[in-house]
Structure formats: structure tokens, C-alpha cells
């Protein structure tokens, strides 16, 4: 199982970017995919989560500015980040809780794509 990631980039405060997750692979289904970041210096850290049927959760910190959501025909996650703010600069990877055969559950984690926002 892989999972591709894009759309990271430089943004000013204030603006917005889409990022996207695809997984590829053998697999019989994807329980859940995510979102993380780790900035310099810091831990790596759950950003927004969506579970099963559409499900989500979010860090604090992007409560109403960010947005995930899920296209399970294409088995694809995406982060819409709106309001960016300088503090939100970090790597930021994508996860995926992934059942490659019944009942047994692996997790992935994709390349990781920067996302900068400064003026």
C-alpha cells in the first residue's frame, strides 16, 4: 500500500491550500485516513482524522479553518486549509489505518509535503 501526497507549497497568512492523499495498492478497505504535521523542532501531531463513514476530528489549534473530507471511490483524503496562519508551517503527512485482508489492520504513512505559510 502507498499513499501519495500533494499540494503542499508556499502560502501568504490569511490564504488557503487543498491538500491531497491518494492510496494505491492491494488492500480490502481503509478504515481510516488523516492528517499530521510535525514542525521544526516539535512533535508530530494529528491535524484532522476521518473514520469510516465521515467521521472527523480535529486539533484545537485548526478548528474552523481547516476542513477534511474523503472520496472513497478514489480512495483519496483531502485537507482544505483556509485561514493560514504561520504557525501551521510544517510537513505535513498523510495516514492511513488500511485492512489488507479481514480484520488485520496496518498503518501507512506517505512522503510528507511542506506547507510554508510567511509573507
Known amino acids: 500500500v502507498q499513499l501519495q501526497a500533494s499540494g503542499g507549497g508556499l502560502v501568504q497568512p490569511g490564504g488557503s491550500l487543498r491538500l491531497s492523499c491518494a492510496a494505491s495498492g492491494s488492500f480490502f478497505s481503509i478504515n481510516s485516513m488523516g492528517w499530521y504535521r510535525q514542525a521544526p523542532g516539535k512533535q508530530r501531531e494529528l491535524v484532522a482524522r476521518i473514520i469510516g463513514a465521515g467521521s472527523t476530528n480535529y486539533a484545537d489549534s485548526v478548528k474552523g479553518r481547516f476542513t477534511i473530507s474523503r472520496d472513497n471511490a478514489k480512495n483519496t483524503v483531502y485537507l482544505q486549509m483556509n485561514s493560514l496562519k504561520p504557525e501551521d508551517t510544517a510537513v505535513y503527512y498523510c495516514?492511513?489505518?488500511?485492512?489488507?485482508?479481514?480484520?488485520?489492520?496496518?498503518?501507512?504513512w506517505g512522503q510528507g509535503t511542506l506547507v510554508t505559510v510567511s509573507s
Open positions: 495516514n492511513a489505518i488500511v485492512e489488507r485482508r479481514i480484520g488485520r489492520f496496518y498503518d501507512y
